[in-house]
Nanobody, 124 residues
């Protein structure tokens, strides 16, 4: 059984930082790309960032580029999302997901396993 468990969410003031973690189990973590998505109230789930299985290549949504950094530690079966210069528009439930493929994608349908999400609230 594949499990993805996110942690690290919380309440932060605008301009602050948070680091999200996602611990994976039940899959060969180092073989698959990982991604972060988010969903704000009343909005559809949107792509945030992705990283290839090797960790050598990343891609970001335009809205977070330069502020967020995705990384992974294949020895710990964990993917991270370092979020800096947070703004209220970053408020959402953040989900990590495991891709079907070695390479990352911003396509929701490329991911077959999802975590339960962790809430991030950015106050102004």
């Amino acid at each position: 059984q594949v499990l993805l468990v996110e942690s690290g969410g919380g309440l932060v003031q605008a301009g602050g930082s948070l680091r999200l973690s996602c611990l994976a189990s039940g899959l060969t973590f180092s073989s698959f790309a990982m991604g972060w998505f988010r969903q704000a109230p009343g909005k559809e789930r949107e792509f945030v960032a992705t990283i290839t299985a090797s960790g050598l290549s990343t891609n970001y949504a335009h809205s977070v580029k330069g502020r967020f950094t995705i990384s992974r530690d294949n020895a710990k079966d964990t993917v991270y999302l370092q979020m800096s210069s947070l703004i209220p528009e970053d408020t959402a439930v953040y989900y990590c997901a495991s891709s079907r493929y070695f390479s990352g994608s911003d396509d929701y349908n490329s991911y077959n396993y999802w975590g339960q999400g962790t809430q991030v609230i950015v106050s102004s």
